[in-house]
């Protein structure tokens, strides 16, 4: 493991201990479900997220998944309910393992995306969502998620700017994206006989409407915007619920078709054609993923 692995190593590992002065374990997705709290920001970004992959799943016939990369394993444990699959788990961090056999009773390896302890084709579908623009080396990790996928790789990553990405290294800033992507970027993987197709997500048109439907108080903010949309929050959960939270994920699909400005981009890597269906074998709803919830998590100080 080279160094900026090992550094990245020891942030997530604290990061996944995080808890609040209740023993609330703080997680990375809203597993606790919508607008509940305990869980890091950007909500409808992450349920998009989310609910392209399930999409994309929809799309394949498959029987096993490992999400690498796969943090307390919310988006494991939302594919085996919806899909019936064997899943299992992979995550730098130890404590995030943990988290994942803890909260959603899946087996979970630590281990690194450069190096995964699993056989060829040892999983029909292998997902890593949000973890490539954080690795050391892209290409070799690639690599790996192909080798241990039989039939088909799901990967989304942000969309952002070389700019952006230059100055986090320049910075140095821990777990920080280090990598930028955009539609194109794993297109060489065409040349080696795989099939690649690319989607927009995450519509930047969006942003301010996402923000009013998170509903989210911001903290240790003094600007005239920030006070005034903490006052209007209380209003705002009145009037904007779970049914406009549908439609906006439902809309980002829609704009991201047709707008260019974007922030997030799934990619989906077939070993062979046959494994996608062009017609979905199952329809997702958005609500099966804003409905999803579990009890909160508790951690004690030692663990």
């Known amino acids: 493991m080279d160094e900026y ?11 996944f201990k995080n808890r609040d002065e209740q023993g609330i ?13 305990h869980s890091e920001p950007w909500l409808i970004n992450r349920y998009i997220n989310t609910y392209q992959i399930m999409r994309a799943f929809s799309h394949l016939k498959f029987h096993s998944l490992v999400d690498v990369g796969g943090a307390e394993g919310y988006k494991a ?3 085996k309910q919806l899909f019936g699959v064997k899943v299992k788990t992979s995550d730098l961090s130890e404590e995030a ?6 909260i959603f009773n899946i087996e979970s390896t630590p281990a690194d995306i450069h ?3 699993f056989k060829n084709n040892e999983f029909d579908v292998v997902l890593c969502s949000e973890t490539l623009e954080h690795v050391a080396d892209v290409h070799k990790s690639i690599a790996e998620l192909l080798r241990v996928a039989g039939k088909a790789v799901v990967i989304t990553v942000p969309h952002q700017s070389k700019e952006v990405i230059d100055e986090n290294i320049r910075k140095e800033i821990p777990h920080a994206h280090i990598h930028s992507f955009d539609l194109e970027s794993l297109n060489f993987l065409k040349s080696a006989g795989y099939h690649v197709l690319s989607r927009r997500m995450r519509s930047s048109l969006l942003r301010i409407p996402k923000v009013l439907i998170e509903a989210t108080p911001i903290e240790d903010c003094e600007r005239t915007r920030c006070r005034i ?8 959960r009145k009037i904007l619920g779970k049914r406009a939270a549908a ?29 996608w269906t062009k017609g979905k074998k199952q329809n997702i709803s ?9 009890p909160y998590h508790y951690l004690s100080k030692n663990d």
């Open 5 to 15: 692995t090992e550094k990245t190593k020891i942030w997530l590992d604290n990061r």
């Open 25 to 37: 374990y703080y997680a990375h997705q809203p597993i606790y479900g919508f607008r509940k709290g």
């Open 77 to 79: 444990y939302l594919a």
């Open 97 to 102: 393992c943990k988290r994942a056999e803890e």
């Open 115 to 117: 190096d995964l302890p």
């Open 229 to 236: 949309y903490n006052a209007a929050v209380p209003i705002l």
């Open 247 to 275: 439609f906006l994920i439902r809309l980002d699909g829609f704009v991201c078709k047709f707008a260019s400005p974007y922030d997030g981009i799934l990619f989906i890597i077939l070993k062979d054609n046959r494994y």
């Open 286 to 294: 958005v609500y099966s993923i804003l409905n999803f919830a579990v």
